[in-house]
């Protein structure tokens, strides 16, 4: 069996989750998920979480900084 495609989807609201980054191999996943923690490390205001800092920036603007 060959390596999956997967997506990786962020819960931002109580009933709200988006797609961050698709097309994504098994050996993908950690990269990404560190990009994300590193974005939201550099963007976000002291005590926000991250869901308030991607409305706040913008989800289209998130997703580009993870690139």
Excluded: W
């Excluded at 050996?27 to 002291?46: F, G, N, R, W």
């Amino acid at each position: 069996m060959g390596p999956k495609s997967t997506c990786l989807r962020l819960l931002l609201s109580e009933y709200e989750a988006h797609e961050v980054a698709s097309g994504l191999e098994d050996s993908d996943i950690l990269e990404m998920i560190d990009k994300i923690v590193q974005c939201y490390q550099e963007t976000a205001k002291k005590g926000e979480h991250i869901g308030k800092t991607i409305e706040r920036i913008g989800l289209e603007n998130f997703k580009t900084a993870l690139r």
